[in-house]
């Protein structure tokens, strides 16, 4: 990561979002390939009719990610229609069913992707 600007890094500025995205493929992951964070909001297919996203029955799931400051992958709880307060730098492969999910992205930076 690079970027600071004075006191404030690019990280604390992270919760204000100026890019994003949907994830339309997991199939090798997906990371910025300009290496910023971004968080996700996941939203059950099941609850969209007409543009309109209902209250889920379940709460979320759990997805295998790492964070920020983490060297490897591990599960963490995203809820459903919420955007996650984790600093993630990369999902794995396969780690969230996009048959039954829409799955977008967002970050406080430009993000590059493939």
């Known amino acids: 990561m690079s970027g600071e600007k004075g006191f404030v890094s690019d990280q604390m500025r992270s919760g204000r979002i100026v890019s994003h995205g949907q994830i339309t493929d997991l199939t090798n992951g997906f990371k910025p390939t300009n290496e910023v964070t971004f968080s996700i909001i996941v939203i059950p297919k099941a609850n969209i009719t007409a543009g309109v996203i209902s209250a889920p029955t379940d709460l979320g799931?759990?997805?295998?990610?790492?964070?920020?400051?983490?060297?490897?992958?591990?599960?963490?709880?995203?809820?459903?229609?919420?955007?996650?307060?984790?600093?993630?730098?990369?999902?794995?492969?396969?780690?969230?069913?996009?048959?039954?999910?829409d799955v977008y992205w967002a970050s406080g930076s430009k993000v590059e992707t493939t």
């Open 61 to 101: 799931i759990m997805v295998s990610m790492a964070m920020y400051q983490d060297d490897g992958f591990s599960d963490y709880p995203v809820y459903f229609n919420t955007e996650t307060i984790a600093l993630i730098k990369e999902i794995e492969a396969d780690a969230i069913p996009l048959e039954t999910y």
